[in-house]
């Protein structure tokens, strides 16, 4: 198995709401800069039992890839939307009720690829090329205001990946959110 071209990543996206749109919308929270490969979308799937209203319900994030070349929760996010939605939708599914909890009583964003311009850095047809970070070679997850109030921590301006997810933050007030690295063997 292979990692998908962003084409395909794109294509499956855009299923996903083809196919369920009463539980399933796209968000593009904007458009990279671009690396050599082109610019690439900052694409979330939002799930909820009424995806088109604002509903008082918590909101949940989870984001993988911030480095590009960490990889792993790529296919694994796009394998979490496809099961949320399979599961929400077949009530012989194992994780039926769960999902149904889940979907029903929250509104889930998922972003499968934080950093595609890290990810598909010289092709969109291959991941080989990756590289941790950005298509400025700066590394997204220490370019982040600090705990501590620095808003720099990192020596580099904010980053067009960086202000638009602060941007979302700040705009939908997550209750809870999680980004998933690959390499190690840690949990944040």
């Known amino acids: 198995t292979s990692y998908p071209t962003y084409t395909d990543y794109v294509a499956q996206m855009n299923e996903f709401v083809a196919v369920h749109p009463t539980i399933a919308r796209l968000?593009?929270?904007?458009?990279?800069?671009g690396s050599a490969a082109g610019t690439h979308d900052l694409?979330?799937?939002?799930?909820?039992?009424?995806?088109?209203?604002?509903?008082?319900?918590?909101?949940?994030?989870?984001t993988s890839s911030m480095h590009g070349n960490e990889i792993a929760g790529y296919p694994s996010?796009?394998?979490?939307?496809?099961?949320?939605?399979?599961?929400?939708?077949?009530?012989?599914?194992?994780?039926?009720?769960?999902?149904?909890?889940?979907?029903?009583?929250?509104?889930?964003?998922?972003?499968?690829?934080?950093?595609?311009?890290?990810?598909?850095?010289t092709t969109n047809s291959n991941v080989n090329s990756a590289i941790r970070g950005?298509?400025?070679?700066?590394?997204?997850?220490?370019?982040?205001?600090?705990?501590?109030?620095?808003?720099?921590?990192?020596?580099?301006?904010y980053q067009y990946e960086t202000t638009q997810f602060m941007n979302l933050a700040d705009t939908y007030h997550f209750v809870?959110?999680?980004?998933?690295?690959?390499?190690?063997?840690?949990?944040?």
Do not use: C
């Open 27 to 33: 968000e593009n929270i904007g458009t990279t800069p």
């Open 43 to 62: 694409l979330f799937i939002v799930l909820s039992d009424n995806v088109a209203s604002d509903e008082a319900e918590p909101r949940l994030m989870y």
């Open 77 to 121: 996010m796009l394998n979490l939307i496809d099961h949320l939605i399979e599961a929400y939708n077949d009530s012989g599914n194992s994780d039926y009720g769960k999902a149904q909890a889940l979907i029903n009583g929250a509104e889930i964003w998922i972003n499968p690829l934080a950093n595609p311009d890290g990810t598909y850095r």
């Open 134 to 157: 950005n298509a400025n070679a700066i590394d997204l997850n220490r370019n982040y205001p600090a705990p501590d109030g620095t808003l720099h921590p990192d020596g580099e301006s």
């Open 176 to 188: 809870l959110a999680a980004n998933f690295h690959g390499g190690e063997e840690v949990f944040n």
